[in-house]
């Protein structure tokens, strides 16, 4: 069974800086693809970014220059740095894992619980 547990959320003032890490455990041979997204009540879960496993990164138009989205294949875990924090970054933010191959073969999707960030104006 594989489990995503996301870490470093919180309340923080607007233009402050939060970190974000999530860590993949279970039997895993590989992970394609690893990355963020967030939610807010009312509306779709929206792309944050991802990294695939050779290193290309995909951030949302409007985190561009404030996030910085970092992985380590070989611990099977992913970072986002999030600095110039707005009140509109407020939301739930999930750990996705895709792709994931485990011992039980398949290539499957997974979701942490997600992480609750606040960004007071």
């Known amino acids: 069974q594989v489990q995503l547990v996301e870490s470093g959320g919180g309340l923080v003032q607007a233009g402050g800086s939060l970190r974000l890490s999530c860590a993949a455990s279970?039997?895993?041979?590989?992970?394609?693809?690893m990355g963020w997204y967030r939610q807010v009540p009312g509306k779709q879960r929206e792309l944050v970014g991802v990294?695939?496993?050779?290193?290309?990164?995909t951030y949302s138009d409007s985190v561009k220059g404030r996030f910085t989205i970092s992985r380590d294949n070989a611990k099977n875990t992913v970072s986002v740095q999030m600095n110039s924090l707005k009140p509109e970054d407020t939301g739930v933010y999930y750990c996705?894992?895709?792709?994931?191959?485990?011992?039980?073969?398949?290539?499957?999707?997974?979701w942490g619980r997600g992480t609750q960030v606040t960004v007071s104006s």
């Open positions: 990294i695939i496993s050779g290193g290309r990164i």
């Open positions: 996705n894992a895709a792709g994931v191959v485990t011992s039980e073969g398949g290539s499957l999707v997974y």
């Open positions: 279970g039997n895993i041979f590989g992970i394609a693809a």
